[in-house]
């Protein structure tokens, strides 16, 4: 699915892409492939997510399908607000409402795994927005000759303190969907505690007038913090097994009693 995100964010892009040093050399942009091929092979693309969606419980169909209104129209919110970072979030971050249908639990009928999963994913949309706003400012220049909006743009003169703001919301939205599924202190400590101190390096130290830096921390910045939290989700269901006292937590283990 991401890959077929990119390939229509090329094609609705085709026209402006010629235009910005970072992707005027993309096969569409510079015509190695044309957009029917390019269309075609987005096609193919989807039809494999539908493959792979289809080895889960059906209910994740009915989650899943909905995504898709996102991975078409995201490239359109460049045209219409200075905030497609926000859309980008909305759609990269799918994966973390995935998790609970695929273990058999219902969100719908299920509060609490509803509340844990709602902070989950505004944990990773608020991430998502900081890292690409960091990746905006690589092409911050051509995006304002060419006409296209973002958040770099929007709030040049401010931006640290808006990727501040923004690690500040997703750690507290981390915490809060640990609290709701009854995490332990590994998670906190480890999860939480390293997202706070990669985020917290990486906004210090990027240079946001320099496109290597930025993209040095865009390409990187990502896997510290997010190695971090796996790291600490890991170490949380090695070293502090079981089900955790939590409505949510309960809910999996009704879902999965095997497991």
């Known amino acids: 699915m991401r890959g077929a995100g990119c390939t229509i964010n090329d094609l609705w892009d085709r026209n402006l892409d010629p235009y910005v040093v970072r992707t005027r050399f993309r096969p569409i942009a510079r015509g190695a492939v044309t957009p029917f091929k390019a269309l075609s092979f987005a096609g193919f693309e989807l039809l494999a997510g539908l493959g792979v969606l289809l080895q889960f419980p059906t209910s994740c169909l009915y989650y899943g399908i909905p995504s898709l209104l996102l991975v078409t129209t995201y490239p359109l919110a460049k045209r219409i607000t200075h905030y497609p970072q926000f859309v980008l979030g909305l759609t990269f971050s799918w994966g973390a409402i995935m998790g609970f249908p695929a273990l058999g639990v219902d969100l719908l009928a299920d509060a609490a ?15 998502t927005v900081l890292y690409d706003m ?50 332990g202190p590994i998670f906190f400590v480890g999860s939480c505690g390293s997202a706070a101190a990669t985020l917290g390096i990486m906004i210090w130290r990027v240079s946001l007038k320099e496109v290597s830096s930025c993209w040095w921390w865009f390409r990187n910045g990502a896997l510290f913090t997010g190695g971090g939290i796996a790291g600490g989700m890991l170490a949380e269901y090695l070293l502090y097994p079981g089900p955790q006292n939590s409505e949510a937590g309960e809910a999996v283990v009704k879902a999965n009693p095997e497991g």
């Open 113 to 127: 795994a509803l509340k844990a999963v709602a902070a989950l994913y505004a944990s990773c949309v608020s991430w």
């Open 134 to 183: 960091i990746y905006a400012h690589m092409d911050i220049k051509d995006d304002a000759k060419v006409g296209i909006k973002s958040i770099a743009l929007r709030h040049e003169k401010e931006t640290k303190a808006v990727l501040s703001g923004l690690a500040v919301v997703q750690i507290g939205l981390l915490a809060a969907a640990g609290a709701a599924v009854g995490a």
